[in-house]
């Protein structure tokens, strides 16, 4: 049997939790627009280094902070 005791009690549990998942996307994001930002400024032998041409460091500095790779997707 559920009570409202119980219900409150499973909300407090879960609350710190939701508010860590969102400080941890927000923090995904904002790292995420960081590396792309640098990646921007690399020259041409540091993108050669990296194994990147310049139109494809472009088009990735180019993408939004939200439009992350599937692998941070959880």
């Known amino acids: 049997m559920t009570t409202a005791r119980t219900l409150t009690a499973a909300n407090t549990m879960c609350a710190p939790r939701s508010n860590a998942n969102l400080l941890e996307r927000a923090h995904r994001f904002i790292t ?8 921007a ?5 540091m993108l050669d ?4 041409c310049t139109r494809e460091a472009q088009l990735e500095a ?5 439009d992350a790779p599937a ?4």
């Open 41 to 45: 400024q690399l020259d041409l032998r």
């Open 32 to 39: 995420l627009a960081k590396t792309r930002r640098a990646l």
């Open 49 to 52: 280094d990296i194994g990147l």
């Open 62 to 66: 180019a993408r939004p902070f939200w």
């Open 71 to 74: 692998f941070w997707r959880k």
